[in-house]
């Protein structure tokens, strides 16, 4: 079965520090990999996907086959930062029905 | 351009009652997604729907949940005889078609009292 483990449920650090969202997924396939991010009173919204290989707000995410992981990063955490974090997967056949985890709540202090 | 709309916002109903939540996807959208965020089983989804072809329902937890989408645009989702564990944030989410990147709605808030 797929699955998707975000391992931390909450998360804080300092403006300026590094970050770095945990997730690990359970799948047999080739999947594809998501992060999708809500901040405060706003839609969920794709923050990157894997193919993509793109850099947005300052993340990355690389996938690793042999982890089975695909955990977010960014060198220096901004206060705009502080959002609710999803990793998620699909596995691309014919439809893209995202299996999520449970999510990261992220808080950046001034 | 406008995004994924859902009606309503929020639903209290009583168990026992039946409800339908709608989305309007971005027009042109050819796929259409439903998922429930509840705080036991967190992100979940529920059906999906792409162009004229049959819905794929594997992910309704019981013959209780039903969808429709009409002329390949608006999609209603029913509850039937709804229970507490069906409360939830209901999300609707559209993309050009299944490669292309999912854009979520608001969401429909329902409790079950």
């Known amino acids: 079965a797929q699955r998707v483990t975000q391992p931390e449920k909450l998360l804080s650090v300092f403006k300026g520090a590094p970050v770095e969202l945990k997730c690990n997924y359970s799948y047999s396939g080739s999947p594809e990999l998501f992060w999708y991010v809500q901040y405060s009173r706003q839609r969920l919204q794709l923050l990157l996907r894997?193919?993509s290989r793109e850099s947005i707000k300052g993340f990355t995410a690389d996938l690793n086959k042999g982890e089975t992981s695909f955990h977010l990063k960014k060198p220096f955490a901004q206060e705009e930062d502080s959002a609710m974090y999803y990793c998620?997967?699909?596995?691309?056949?014919?439809?893209?029905?995202?299996?999520f985890g449970q999510g990261t709540r992220l808080t950046i202090n001034p | 351009g406008a995004g994924v709309s859902q009606s309503p916002s929020n639903k209290v109903t009583e168990k026992g009652k039946d409800v339908e939540l709608r989305c309007d996807p971005i027009s042109g959208h050819t796929a259409l997604y439903w998922y429930r965020q509840s705080l036991g089983q967190g992100l979940e989804f529920l059906i999906y729907?792409?162009?004229?072809?049959?819905?794929?329902k594997s992910g309704l937890p019981s013959d209780r949940f039903s969808a429709e989408r009409t002329g390949g645009s608006v999609s209603t989702l029913t509850i039937q005889r709804t229970q507490q564990e069906d409360s939830a944030v209901y999300l609707c989410a559209s993309s050009l078609n299944w490669v292309y990147e999912q854009y979520f709605g608001p969401g429909t808030r329902l409790t079950v009292t």
């Open positions: 729907f792409q162009g004229n072809s049959a819905p794929d």
């Open positions: 894997h193919i």
């Open positions: 998620a997967l699909s596995d691309h056949q014919g439809a893209q029905k995202l299996v």
